[in-house]
Structures are given as C-alpha cells and as structure tokens.
C-alpha cells in the first residue's frame, strides 16, 4: 500500500465554488502533514502545515484527522488562480508524496 | 537567498549515457531528497540522506546511484540512461518528514 494516497483528479469547478480534497496515510507513525501545490512544469512549494487542531489560511482550510488516517484541503471561494496540482504529504523520516490532485478553476 | 540549487536545467541523453545531476544546498539541512516527477503523475522518491555519509533507497531506486560526503551537496547518478528515466527530476532538502520540503527548479531529462 502507498504511503499517502489522493484522487488525482481532476477536479473542474467554476470560479466562487468550494473545493475538498482528501489525501489518506499508512504509516501511522508520521508526525506532521503538509499541503503543496504545484503549478505546471514548476517544483512545489508549501502551501500550508496540517495541524491536528486544523489550520486556516485565508480561504484554505486543512485538517487532519488521525483516527481515520486522512487530511484534507478545503479552498473557498475558489479564484482562477487556484488552478494547480496540489500535493499531500506524510512522512515519518522521509518525505513521501501522494500522486497530486489537479484542480482547474473555470471562469 | 539560494536555497536549493540543481544542475542542469535540461539534459538529453542517449541510451546507454551516463551522467549526474548535481543538487546542492546552502541551508544546512540534514535532509535531503531526489524525486521523480513523469508527465502527469506526482513525485516518486528516488533516494533520500538523513545525514552527510548516509543515503536510503526510495520508491523507486533501480538505475539510480547517490552519495553524500557532505551536508550541501548530494549528486545523483544514472550509469547507463534508458528512456524510461525520461522524467523531470527534482532534488529537495528539508529537517525531515515532520518540516518543511524546500524544492530546486528541477532538471528535466530526455533519453533517446
């Protein structure tokens, strides 16, 4: 089983609209959790921590939920410029990706 | 402020080519990661370093070799290129699984 799993996607929604992703883990051992994104043909960077007490950021929302072994993004009020591929990960020692979910945000 | 830094930028390779792709860092972070990224798909771990001196396997190491002699710098080596490591490769360096993963720009790779 892979360590960090997502939907790849892709996820079409129209400006405005709310957005969740999900992204579920395996090693129960991992300690923190993160969200990038990642546009086309760029490395990622950090979006924002996942914290077990949850974490907001303007219109992004994450949350880690470790009784069922999954974290999720929730982006509101979804901008064109939200259109990328956002990366989960979890890692105990090294850092271990989920496959990226594709959001494009249609005008 | 550097941060990562990987060379080149892109690169083709005949089959059968050797060559390195060069990633070094200027944080003095203990970690350090290559990756894998195939068009469409996310990023498969190559080999990471915990440590100068100390290298794991990832996903996906076969056809891969590294080293790390010191803190900054941490090569990765393909002996004999095949086009299935046609790929964008991207290092990254980071105080392990619990931080923060800070990325180069990447070194896109062709094999013919």
């Known amino acids: 089983r892979k360590e960090v799993e997502q939907d790849p996607g892709p996820f079409n929604v129209p400006e405005g609209a709310t957005v969740a992703f999900n992204c579920t883990y395996s090693?129960?051992?991992?300690?923190?959790f993160f969200w990038y994104r990642q546009d086309c043909r760029k490395e990622p960077k950090l979006l924002m921590s996942?914290?077990?007490s949850g974490n907001e950021d303007g219109r992004f929302t994450a949350q880690l939920n470790r009784a069922s072994q999954y974290i999720s993004l929730l982006i509101r009020d979804s901008k064109l410029s939200d259109s990328a591929t956002y990366l989960c990960t979890g890692g105990y020692q090294k850092v271990t990706f989920g496959t990226g979910t594709k959001l494009q945000v249609i005008p | 402020n550097a941060g990562v830094t990987q060379t080149p930028k892109f690169r083709i390779l005949k089959i059968g080519q050797s060559m390195t792709l060069q990633c070094t860092q200027d944080?003095?972070?203990?970690?350090m990661y290559w990756y894998r990224q195939d068009p469409g798909m996310g990023l498969k771990l190559i080999y990471y370093s915990v440590g100068a001196g100390i290298t794991d396997k990832g996903e996906v190491p076969n056809g891969y070799n590294v080293s790390r002699s010191t803190t900054e710098d941490f090569p990765l080596r393909l002996e004999l290129a095949a086009p299935s490591q046609t790929s964008v490769y991207f290092c990254?360096?980071?105080?392990?699984?619990?931080?923060?993963?800070?990325f180069g720009q990447g070194t896109r790779l062709t094999v013919v």
């Open positions: 990254a360096s980071g105080q392990g699984g619990s931080t923060e993963a800070f």
């Open positions: 996942v914290y077990s």
């Open positions: 090693n129960s051992a991992s300690q923190s």
């Open positions: 944080m003095n972070h203990n970690y």
